[in-house]
C-alpha cells in the first residue's frame, strides 16, 4: 500500500522560510519523478514544481520560481520543498504527489497526471 505524508508546514511571517518533506512508503520511490501541489481555499489546485527521478530534472511555477528549491534524497525515500521569500500569496495547503514516470510531463502542473496523494500540510504567511 502506497503511502505520502507531507510535514514541515506551519505559520511564518512574510519574507520567511520553511522547508517542506514528504515521506512516500510502498513505492519504489526513485521510479517515480515526484511534484509538489497547493491549493488556497476557492481555488484550483496549482501545480508548485516537479522533480525528475535523479534530482537532475526539475520545473516551477512562474510563481515560485527563484524562491522555492525542489530536491529530493532517494536513499530516504523523501522529497523536499525548501520555500524562501514567502508572501501571503503562498497560503495554501501543499500535498506532495508522486507520477509513475521517472521524468516530468511536459504539463506536470497538471493533477491528473499523478498517481498518489498525501494528505497535505497546511502553509500560512502572515503579513
Known amino acids: 500500500q502506497v503511502q505520502v505524508v507531507e510535514s514541515g508546514g506551519g505559520l511564518v511571517q512574510t519574507g520567511g522560510s520553511l522547508r517542506l518533506s514528504c515521506t512516500a512508503s510502498g513505492l519504489r520511490f526513485d521510479d ?6 497547493r491549493q ?8 508548485v ?3 525528475n527521478w535523479s534530482g537532475g530534472t526539475t ?3 512562474d510563481s ?7 530536491s529530493r534524497d532517494n536513499t530516504k525515500n523523501t522529497l523536499y520543498l525548501q520555500m524562501n521569500s514567502l508572501n501571503p500569496e503562498d497560503t495554501a495547503m501543499y500535498y506532495c504527489t508522486a507520477h509513475r514516470w521517472s521524468g516530468c510531463l511536459g504539463s506536470w502542473y497538471e493533477p491528473k497526471y499523478y498517481n498518489y496523494w498525501g494528505q497535505g500540510t497546511q502553509v500560512t504567511v502572515a503579513s
Open 59 to 61: 520545473y516551477y511555477a
Open 32 to 37: 517515480y519523478a515526484m511534484g509538489w501541489f
Open 64 to 70: 515560485v520560481k527563484g524562491r522555492f528549491t525542489i
Open 40 to 47: 488556497a481555499p476557492g481555488k484550483e489546485r496549482e501545480g
Open 49 to 51: 514544481s516537479c522533480v
